[in-house]
């Protein structure tokens, strides 16, 4: 059974850092492209940035370009999305999401009908 796990989340302040980690389980982490979204309250979920099975490639929503990284390390089956100058619009739950997909990558990996294993969310909150 595949299971997919985020943590990391917590408060920060406004231009602090925020480092959250996603571990997978039930294969091997380099089997799945991975995406982060990330949904606040009362608003729909949104993309936020996604790396191939390599980690070779990476796509970022322009809202967090610049500011955020994701990275893997598939040697210890871990993921990461790095949070820089984190600001208050940035709140919200974020999810890690994995995909067995093999389409070519890009923006396909934007939309989250593409991903087959989502964890449960971790709140991130940022204070003004």
């Known amino acids: 059974q595949v299971r997919v796990e985020e943590s990391g989340g917590g408060s920060v302040q406004t231009g602090g850092p925020l480092r959250l980690s996603c571990a997978a389980s039930g294969r091997p982490l380099g089997s799945y492209a991975i995406g982060w979204f990330r949904q606040a309250p009362g608003k729909e979920r949104d993309f936020v940035a996604a790396i191939s099975r390599s980690g070779a490639n990476t796509y970022y929503a322009d809202a967090v370009k610049s500011r955020f990284t994701i990275s893997r390390d598939n040697a210890k089956n871990t993921l990461y999305l790095q949070m820089n100058n984190l600001k208050p619009e940035d709140t919200a739950v974020y999810y890690c999401?994995?995909?067995?997909?093999?389409?070519?990558?890009?923006?396909?990996?934007?939309?989250?009908?593409?991903?087959?294993?989502w964890g449960q969310g971790t709140q991130v909150t940022v204070s003004s």
């Open positions: 999401a994995a995909s067995l997909n093999t389409y070519r990558f890009g923006s396909y990996y934007s939309d989250g009908s593409r991903y087959d294993y």
